[in-house]
């Protein structure tokens, strides 16, 4: 069962951002996201969303996924390993 960790933030500033505490938990998931401080697999486990979703709101937002120069030299060894190439 994963651990989880409370944060309490006033009603009366939910009710201000005219947010569910769900709004609020996404917000926070996808500013990590952009911010490089939580990974895609992390965020979009914080939403509760599928990939598929997660990746068009993102996109939505015009927030790129974060793919590096690293992830498609180690995209193109799998893909060697796996004779796709």
């Known amino acids: 069962m994963p651990s989880t960790v409370?944060?309490?933030?006033?009603?009366e500033v939910v009710h201000a951002a005219r947010m569910t505490p769900q709004d609020l938990k996404r917000e926070l998931a996808i500013s990590l996201y952009q911010h490089d401080r939580?990974?895609?697999?992390?965020?979009?486990?914080m939403t509760g969303m599928t990939v598929w979703t997660?990746?068009?709101?993102?996109?939505?937002?015009?927030?790129?996924?974060?793919?590096?120069?690293?992830?498609?030299?180690?995209?193109?060894?799998?893909?060697?390993?796996?004779?796709?190439?």
């Open 6 to 11: 409370s944060i309490e933030i006033p009603r």
């Open 38 to 45: 939580l990974s895609f697999g992390k965020a979009r486990e």
């Open 54 to 85: 997660f990746q068009h709101l993102l996109a939505s937002r015009e927030i790129p996924v974060h793919y590096n120069v690293e992830d498609y030299e180690e995209d193109l060894t799998t893909l060697k390993e796996l004779n796709r190439l």
